[in-house]
């Protein structure tokens, strides 16, 4: 089970990052050219922004601090990977921005937030685990929504290895954060021991 310490930490590490996606989605409307994934995405632009302030408005029952104090990244490799992930901003990158987001971002919060909820208690952390059911229901449909509009996009081998080159790459500096709360996000030790 997390402290009240760990589970403060983890869901400023969570705010942190969905708002990076919230920014990340809203700035790529003006620039994706493909008016059907511009439609999707400004839906889980919203999902991402309401995650940011169910975390926000959690931060402050678990521990008497500020929020702000809490909402930073787990490590200067997740901040490494949301500036790789948002780097593509021309209009013909759209597998490159849609693969960061559905291929690597969104499995590692489903990861993250499933093993956190299964790993703290009903009892004394019931609205975390309300939050996170909450979260992952959106979490699971937009990953298949994304996985459905990269497959519209990924028509030939150069599409192909586009994809799986900027997949990789990201998924290096994701490995090297150790995931969203950095390590321990799926197990193992965490920055705090537990």
């Known amino acids: 089970m997390f402290s009240v310490a760990e589970t ?10 969905e708002m990076k996606l919230f920014e990340a989605l809203g700035g790529w409307i003006a620039t994706i050219p493909e008016l059907d994934i511009k439609m999707r995405l400004g ?3 919203y999902h991402h922004a309401w995650h940011a302030d169910l975390w926000n408005q959690r931060l402050p029952e678990l521990r008497e ?9 787990a490590n200067d490799a997740i901040v490494r990977f949301i500036e790789a992930m948002t780097e593509p901003e021309a209009p013909e990158l759209t597998i490159e921005k849609l693969v960061g987001v559905y291929r690597v971002l ?5 990861s993250a937030y499933t093993y956190h909820r299964n790993n703290t208690s009903e009892i004394t ?3 975390t685990i309300r939050s996170i059911n909450f979260i992952l229901q959106d979490e699971f449909d937009d990953w298949r929504d994304g996985e459905m509009m990269l497959q519209s996009l990924i ?4 599409h192909v290895q586009r994809a799986a080159s900027h997949q990789a790459k990201l998924e290096a500096i994701m490995v090297e954060a150790g995931g ?9 030790a965490s920055p705090d021991g537990s």
């Open 8 to 17: 403060a930490r983890r869901v400023g590490n969570y705010k942190w990052t």
């Open 43 to 45: 839906a889980h632009c």
């Open 65 to 73: 601090m500020k929020p702000e104090r809490l909402t930073v990244p």
């Open 106 to 110: 969104i499995p590692h919060f489903i």
């Open 125 to 127: 952390d019931a609205p």
């Open 155 to 158: 028509t030939t081998p150069e």
């Open 180 to 188: 969203i709360t950095g390590p321990g996000s799926i197990g193992g």
